[in-house]
């Protein structure tokens, strides 16, 4: 996804980070657990990892105002491994098989320890926002961050709850609910990253909440992407089968073809989705009933919409450095793929 050998970098100083706080945690009774947890953040040997986007994100942030990453990068670790305990419960609770085009944590070591080892990177999180406090920002400072970390957590919950919830219920959804939801799980989760980085860096409340909003714009507009890869998407490039219809998941070209399709479409299409476990020509056919109403082109308006409200609202933000910001815009257009 991203090419830049500044990203690149930033990356690989994250992952150290992260191995870092792994390392002062592991003994010699609890070594297994961290096999655990490196292999689902790809740091054994050459595991495939994931993108990296949410402490990039706030790694930039923090460099455009300061002209140097490396002081937020414990809170970059934290928000990396917060990501992941989401990503391990969320394959237990969606059954996925496959993650990065390698085998779920669960489907390796059972469901029992995935969970653990999904609690354990939570844990891991909040002990490397603790590293703050040794670079010097005051305990006022990482208090503040920390109750937006929990606050963040618990919203991406009640996200995970509503998707959930929307998925087991055969009721109609609202576009209104629908973005309620993802602003929970998602766009929080983004926002509070680029928050993180410009509350590390300013105390300007206007210039954290110009960042905020950015990061808001952005993982909507991520979400919406999701939504049109986990239909459309090639399994290939993501790494995950475009499986949301097989599993009812209510995203948004869905809830817009069940307002706009023609009846005896929305009628077929719900048929579909209440069925236990569609057929592949099922798939297809409701695939077809979704492009047909216009859900895709929708959908697709809406997410470059957010893009582009995401690229005004960080070029208005008073940054400093000019080449920061460059990567900021690489990181919005390459992330809207779809």
Known sequence: MLTSP??????????????????????????????MVRYHLGLDRDGPRGKRLRPLLGLLAYESLTGDHRAALPGAA??????????????????????RHRATLWTVWGVAQAINTGDTLFTLSRMALHRLTELGFSDSKVLALMRLYDETCLALCEGQFMDIWSAEHDERLSVDFYFDMIGRKTAALIAASVQAGAMLASDDQEVVDAYRGFGWSL???????????????????????????????????VIYALERASEPDRERLRAILRGDDPAATEIDEARAIIERCGAREYTRQRAHAERDEALRRIETAGVVGEEALERLRLIVVSAISA
């Open 6 to 35: 500044d990203l690149d970098t930033l990356i690989a100083d994250t992952e150290a980070e992260i191995l870092g706080v792994i390392k002062l945690a592991e003994d010699e009774h609890t070594g297994a657990l961290y096999e």
């Open 78 to 99: 934290a928000v990396e491994l917060g990501h992941n305990f989401s990503l391990v419960h969320d394959d237990i609770e969606d059954r996925d098989k496959e993650r």
């Open 219 to 253: 993982g909507i507009a991520f979400q919406l992407n999701d939504d049109l890869l986990g239909i459309w998407g090639d399994e290939q490039a993501t790494g995950k089968e475009p499986s949301d219809l097989a599993k009812h998941k209510k995203t948004l070209p």
